[in-house]
């Protein structure tokens, strides 16, 4: 059986190319590989970026459809398909917590459970011709796996209720309009510009990169003062032997 993600070391950038057949509909296979790339990225001191991409036709199409088949067709199946949103749930926040840059290359469909992985992460660029939403409403659900969430704090509560409530599909141009994605290019122009985000971020201190994570999702948090987390992470930096170097770098080149 053909693994349903590859991995490639890139310099201090993972790549994560998702391989499932035909669309990488989510399953508890892609899903173990996906945490186990989540792992290896955040555990690797080497590893500042996890660059998740597809060599499908969609870049994902959410949950597995024949699962969901599968699991209405017994009396136990909502609750294993609720057990399924429920680790796709843990997934997405162990993306968004991790201590790497976390990008997205959309070069295609990302819908539902799709679309919630890349809201998970950092960074989206998409493909102008690529198509992006939440339509769960549509069938009578709710995007389940932490769409309603992430989408209401990137666009607002607005635009979550267009998209969600309206089960609205938008292209990537429409997408970088309404601050889903943070780029859109052409599909021939987005292997490269995306490998090209990925180098620059990954040129950057990983304990810097995950300071600061951490200190915009404090910014989301009523229960953490996102000040205090500022000047407590501040302090740690500032004993870390990566910062010492590349201040005092610096610092020396300014004084010649």
């Given at each position: ?68 088949q599968a ?68 069938l ?10 992430r ?30 994605v ?73 004084a010649?």
């Amino acid at each position: 059986m053909t693994a349903p993600l590859s991995l490639e070391t890139r310099g201090r950038v993972l790549v994560a190319t998702l391989a499932r057949p035909p669309v990488n509909a989510l399953d508890d296979a892609l899903i173990e590989a996906l945490e186990g790339a989540v792992a290896r990225a955040s555990d690797d001191d080497g590893i500042a970026v996890l660059h998740l991409r597809s060599d499908q036709r969609a870049f994902c199409a959410g949950a597995d459809l024949a699962l969901m088949q599968a699991c209405f067709a017994t009396p136990h199946g909502p609750d294993a398909m609720t057990a399924l949103v429920r680790r796709m749930q843990r997934l997405f926040a162990r993306l968004e917590s991790a201590p790497v840059v976390t990008l997205a290359e959309i070069g295609a469909t990302a819908l539902g459970g799709g679309f919630e992985l890349a809201l998970a992460c950092d960074l989206r660029v998409a493909a102008r011709e690529a198509r992006l939403g939440l339509p769960e409403a549509r069938l009578g659900l709710v995007p389940g796996a932490g769409g309603t969430q992430r989408l209401t704090r990137l666009a607002g509560p607005g635009i979550a209720r267009r998209l969600i409530l309206g089960a609205e599909v938008v292209d990537g141009a429409e997408a970088e309009r309404l601050g889903l994605v943070q780029w859109a290019h052409p599909l021939a122009e987005l292997p490269a510009i995306a490998a090209a985000i990925a180098q620059a971020h990954a040129a950057l201190p990983k304990a810097a990169l995950a300071a600061n994570k951490r200190c915009i999702a404090a910014a989301h948090d009523a229960a953490h003062d996102g000040f205090a987390a500022e000047v407590a992470e501040t302090r740690a930096l500032y004993d870390h032997p990566e910062t010492r170097r590349q201040v005092s770098d610096f610092l020396a080149r300014r004084a010649r």
